[in-house]
């Protein structure tokens, strides 16, 4: 009985093994991952979009399987990703190029960076971005993990929110709807906005995984600021100028003028205030033509790799800014942008007139301390405390031979050291001493004379 019950399990197993055949499984197609760092900034009417083409799929094999990254931007609030795709627009298509193959001479010529001649797109150098770019190829495009940026000019018909129809078209409507509100106080949430995601493509038309969304608000730019003045020391630059009408007053407090924040209770819509400090390139100079008055020449677009970026690490909640990198005799260009902040969205101004300041050396060092002088058969001793500023070219003797009496040099050219030996005195003549610290400046500065010190000579 054991045994008939064993040879009939046998016997279901053989047959469940032994039965029809299932549909063969679809080849295995790989698709891009996401790319990379995708982050959207507006600055007055222009959105820098920036990502970094993907190197490798989803499955994390390398190299990406990529012929495209495709941007999309949706003015409003979208219900999916693929809405995005649908209904919104496309800004741009990015041509990526194939991966090289091991017998590639890649010792080409390089060709210009611009991605293949593609209007409005660059490609950047930052870390990561691999040698091959270095020396690109014959096909337009990027390399896979090129860093590229791309602008999108903010028009009045973009910033127009999308409304989808049920039947699947779509409209642009002239007015903002009137959104939700807590407690009767618009939120963050509800700020227009302009929604941007990112996707790669490969060989088969088929998209991959979309990036997160970036996000900028669409609502109006404040003023920039007015007034800028650049003034400077010997160690930094110090930028004020004046806020915008309708900036918040800034409350500081007595004792160490520190900004108050607050906090509300209820995070209301209305953005938050504050400023962001670029070095730009100087206006181009006016262009003369003969028997005319000088007519300007607008500035010609500097070529970037990268969104312009602000001197200052975190927005200035206040007017004014120091930035310490002083070089003298080097021309620096200051613009200034008001920026607003609404929640995680943030916007900037257009640009403030551009303040230009070539710095000059005029900053004497100080004058030396704690001179001392000895007396010794036929010479007198000096010495003094050594000076710390990094131009510092020496010190220069002053020697006088009565009391009162005007002091002249006796060192023709600066010394190093902080100790010196006149041995051309007089036996029983009283000298003055003073020292003077001089610069590399050029002409050089002086600074005032140290203390004077009396000793007669034996």
Same mark, same amino acid.
């Given at each position: /009985? *054991?045994?008939?019950?064993?040879?009939?399990?046998?016997?279901?197993? $053989?047959?469940?093994?032994?039965?029809?055949?299932?549909? &063969?499984?679809?080849?295995?197609?790989?698709?891009?991952?996401?790319?990379?760092?995708?982050?959207?900034?507006?600055?007055?009417?222009?959105?820098?979009?920036?990502?970094?083409?993907?190197?490798?799929?989803?499955?994390?094999?390398?190299?990406?399987?990529?012929? @495209?990254?495709?941007?999309?931007?949706?003015?409003?609030?979208?219900?999916?990703?693929?809405?995005?795709?649908?209904?919104?627009?496309?800004?741009?298509?990015?041509?990526?190029?194939?991966?090289?193959?091991?017998?590639?001479?890649?010792?080409?010529?390089?060709?210009?960076?611009?991605?293949?001649?593609?209007?409005?797109? +660059?490609?950047?150098?930052?870390?990561?971005?691999?040698?091959?770019?270095?020396?690109?190829?014959?096909?337009?495009?990027?390399? =896979?993990? %090129?860093?590229?940026?791309?602008?999108?000019?903010? !028009?009045?018909?973009?910033?127009?929110?999308?409304?989808?129809?049920?039947?699947?078209?779509?409209?642009?409507?002239?007015?903002?709807?009137?959104?939700?509100? /807590?407690?009767?106080?618009? !939120?963050?949430?509800?700020?227009?906005?302009?929604?941007?995601?990112?996707?790669?493509?490969?060989?088969? =038309?088929?998209?991959?995984?979309?990036?997160?969304?970036?996000?900028?608000?669409?609502?109006?730019?404040?003023?920039?600021?007015?007034?800028?003045?650049?003034?400077?020391?010997?160690?930094?630059?110090?930028?004020?100028?004046?806020?915008?009408?309708?900036?918040?007053? *800034?409350?500081?407090?007595?004792?160490?003028?520190?900004?108050?924040?607050?906090?509300?209770?209820?995070?209301?819509?209305?953005?938050?205030?504050?400023?962001?400090?670029?070095?730009?390139?100087?206006?181009?100079?006016? +262009?003369?033509?003969?028997?005319? &008055?000088?007519?300007?020449?607008?500035?010609?677009? /500097?070529?970037?790799?990268?969104?312009?970026?602000?001197?200052? @690490? +975190?927005? *200035?909640?206040?007017?004014?800014?120091?930035?310490?990198? /002083?070089?003298?005799?080097?021309?620096?260009?200051?613009?200034? @942008? !008001?920026?607003?902040?609404?929640?995680?969205?943030?916007? %900037?101004?257009?640009?403030?007139? !551009?303040?230009?300041?070539?710095?000059?050396?005029?900053?004497?060092?100080?004058?030396?301390?704690?001179?001392?002088?000895?007396?010794?058969?036929?010479?007198?001793?000096?010495?003094?405390?050594?000076?710390?500023?990094?131009?510092?070219?020496?010190?220069?003797?002053?020697?006088?031979?009565?009391?009162?009496?005007?002091?002249?040099?006796?060192?023709?050219? &600066?010394?190093?050291?902080?100790?010196?030996?006149?041995?051309?005195?007089? %036996?029983?003549?009283?000298?003055?001493? %003073?020292?003077?610290?001089?610069?590399?400046?050029?002409?050089?500065?002086?600074?005032?004379?140290?203390?004077?010190?009396?000793? $007669?000579? @034996?």
């Amino acid at each position: /009985m *054991v045994c008939a019950a064993l040879m009939l399990a046998v016997a279901g197993l $053989t047959a469940v093994s032994c039965g029809k055949k299932g549909p &063969p499984l679809a080849p295995l197609m790989r698709v891009p991952a996401p790319v990379e760092e995708f982050s959207a900034r507006r600055l007055g009417a222009t959105v820098y979009l920036r990502f970094v083409v993907p190197a490798r799929n989803q499955d994390n094999s390398t190299p990406a399987d990529l012929t @495209r990254v495709e941007v999309y931007g949706y003015t409003g609030k979208p219900a999916s990703d693929e809405d995005i795709v649908k209904y919104g627009t496309r800004v741009a298509s990015v041509a990526v190029r194939p991966p090289p193959r091991e017998d590639e001479d890649r010792t080409r010529k390089p060709k210009s960076r611009d991605g293949g001649g593609t209007p409005g797109l +660059q490609a950047g150098g930052g870390e990561g971005a691999g040698q091959s770019r270095a020396t690109e190829r014959e096909e337009p495009g990027f390399e =896979q993990g %090129a860093a590229v940026t791309l602008t999108e000019a903010l !028009t009045p018909e973009l910033m127009q929110p999308v409304v989808v129809r049920q039947s699947g078209g779509r409209k642009k409507v002239q007015e903002v709807a009137n959104v939700p509100t /807590m407690l009767g106080i618009a !939120t963050f949430d509800d700020t227009p906005s302009r929604v941007y995601i990112a996707v790669g493509v490969n060989r088969k =038309q088929r998209r991959g995984v979309f990036s997160p969304r970036a996000a900028v608000p669409v609502v109006a730019l404040p003023p920039p600021p007015t007034g800028l003045q650049v003034t400077y020391t010997e160690r930094e630059f110090t930028l004020v100028w004046t806020p915008p009408p309708g900036a918040p007053p *800034v409350t500081s407090s007595k004792a160490d003028g520190a900004v108050l924040r607050g906090r509300p209770i209820v995070p209301s819509a209305a953005p938050s205030w504050s400023y962001d400090v670029f070095e730009v390139a100087p206006p181009a100079p006016a +262009q003369v033509s003969a028997g005319s &008055p000088a007519a300007p020449r607008a500035a010609p677009e /500097m070529p970037r790799v990268e969104p312009p970026t602000p001197v200052n @690490r +975190q927005p *200035v909640p206040v007017p004014a800014f120091t930035d310490p990198r /002083m070089e003298f005799g080097a021309e620096r260009c200051y613009s200034v @942008r !008001t920026v607003n902040l609404f929640g995680k969205l943030q916007q %900037a101004s257009e640009q403030s007139e !551009t303040v230009c300041v070539t710095p000059r050396d005029t900053f004497a060092p100080e004058p030396p301390r704690g001179l001392i002088a000895v007396a010794s058969d036929g010479v007198i001793s000096l010495s003094w405390d050594p000076n710390s500023e990094r131009d510092l070219a020496g010190y220069v003797i002053l020697r006088g031979e009565e009391p009162g009496a005007p002091l002249q040099p006796i060192t023709r050219e &600066p010394i190093q050291a902080t100790t010196f030996e006149d041995k051309t005195v007089k %036996a029983g003549v009283r000298y003055v001493y %003073a020292v003077v610290a001089v610069d590399k400046a050029s002409p050089p500065n002086t600074s005032r004379e140290s203390n004077r010190i009396e000793e $007669t000579a @034996r």
